[in-house]
């Protein structure tokens, strides 16, 4: 009989690959590489009299290099940042175009944590959702976000997720626990 594992939220799971951190830093991130733009830009325009865009531009026309400078050192950084909130954007949007509540839990997620302004409470996002999702209760917000999130984790990190663990303990019952399943594969 396979191990029964008590039953955890998902900001409590490892199994989710800090998915809720990641949605919980979500504005932060968008927030600060905005800022990190501006003051590049910014910085650029007083030290050179130019905007960055002409600069490199002449720069890639010349074949310059500015391995090593400062300026790469911002660009490489911001090009991270940016590189993750286009990963999680487009796992988001998968959701929402494939899953069969896709756009549900779209509209939790967006509400919850990835638009521009955040609510002050859950009393506002179940207000915003109810155009969304009909008959929305505070339960059932929080049951859904729940699912939600289990099921972005599924498309961030493939087949580690608590669902998919349970669909694999139950083909490989006798050789490992939820928790080893996808060891055993």
């Not at 968008?30 to 800022?35: I, P, R, T």
């Not at 026309?61 to 940016?82: F, M, P």
């Not at 505070?138 to 999130?149: I, L, P, S």
Request: aromatic share 12%.
């Amino acid at each position: 009989m396979a191990a029964k594992y008590s039953k955890m939220t998902v900001e409590e799971d490892s199994r989710y690959h800090d998915t809720w951190r990641l949605l919980k830093k979500y504005r932060d991130v968008v927030w600060s590489m905005e800022l990190s733009v501006q003051q590049v830009k910014k910085e650029f325009e007083i030290e050179y009299g130019t905007s960055i865009d002409a600069f490199l531009e002449s720069v890639y026309l010349a074949g310059a290099d500015l391995g090593g400078t400062k300026i790469e050192n911002h660009a490489k950084c911001i090009e991270r940042s940016n590189r993750m909130l286009k990963l999680l954007d487009s796992a988001v949007e998968t959701l929402r175009t494939r899953h069969k509540y896709g756009e549900t839990f779209y509209w939790i997620l967006y509400y919850t944590f990835l638009s521009p302004q955040q609510l002050e409470n859950v009393n506002e996002i179940v207000e915003q959702l109810r155009p969304h999702i009909r008959d929305i209760s505070r339960t059932t917000y929080y049951r859904k976000r729940e699912q939600a999130v289990e099921a972005l984790s599924s498309i961030l990190w493939g087949y580690t997720s608590k669902e998919c663990m349970d669909v694999l303990a139950t083909f490989f019952p006798m050789s490992c626990s939820p928790s080893e399943a996808s060891a055993c594969i």
